[in-house]
């Protein structure tokens, strides 16, 4: 049995909710799993992970992942199953990952299943769904399924595919295991994933490789950033730029990851324009807590990144007006930041 790292407590609460979860995919046939929209790799990586160990587990029963958007970054991972009629949705029993809040699922008739669940690793900011396994102090989702199959090892069937689902969320989620909810259970866990075999050399290829055309972009975008008065860094992808290097708002996104070296701004914002009147915000730091400034304009997320929704250019300026400040304070008020 795996050390958890975590109190009596907390592994008594965590093992009471697995075995929640268990007993209910044991008594469904019918499981629906869904996640957030604009899925990033943890979303990704969690849903067909615990799809390929209940399928493997499980082939007697009905499992699908039905989500209405997908990522054309990660589609080296593979797609989703059809779409299905509404009725089926009122037998099954519906398991929503990495998803913080109810709007944020991807496919909103998840609210039609029998009976639902929560297994995610957000700050709980809205409850939703009949039963909830939320641990936010882990680093992905993924490291959830990766603990949720080993507790239940015996009875549970695993393979590299399921295995390599489950390893690209946990190491895209964590920065590449660097960011500060990366524990030694998480190194753990990452190991017994390794141990399936995953091939890492393909895995990270297809995470790091780049048309030449984005790399333009990059270099286009770094003269482009702007650092405030106290030092956040930010940028803003509009409707001219995104056509200029005819981005997806995929590819726009990505440019909240150019800001994260420099010296001096822990806080770095990206501003990505999404064509419908709403400007998308990622926020990311080192050290400062981002989340509640995100709560204050539509958002939330996790203390070092998270995301939010502005409506205007001047919202946009007041966004980043209380950034700076918060920036100022923590400087002020800390020593030993980078
Ligand atoms: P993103 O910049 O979209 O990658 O988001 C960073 C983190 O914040 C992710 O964990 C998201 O799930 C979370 N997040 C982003 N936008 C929102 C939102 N509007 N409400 C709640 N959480 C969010």
Redesign the pocket.
Known sequence: MLNYGINYKERKIMNENMKIILDKIKEYDRIFIFR?F?P?G?AIGSTKGLARILRLTFPEKDIRLLNDDFSDYLAFLGGEDEPAPDEDYATALGIVM????A??VSNQKYSLCKEIIKFDH?IP??SYGDYEWVEEHRSSTCEMVAAFYNAFKDELKIDKEAATYIYTGMVT?SGRFRFREVSPETMRLAGSMLELGIDTDALYANLYMKDFDSLKFEGYVYKKIKISKNGVASVYVDGAMKEKFSLTNEQA?SV?SYMETIKGSLIWI?FIDSGDGSI?????SRFVTV?EL??RY?????AC?????VYSVAEMKKLLKEADELLKEYKETHEGWL
Not at 305 to 309: N, R
């Open positions: 957030h604009r990033d943890d990495d998803t913080g809040t709007t944020r957000h900011v809205d989620d996104s909240v990206a998308r915000v990622r926020l990311r989340s995100g709560e539509n958002g939330g997320g996790h990144a998270a995301g939010a929704t």
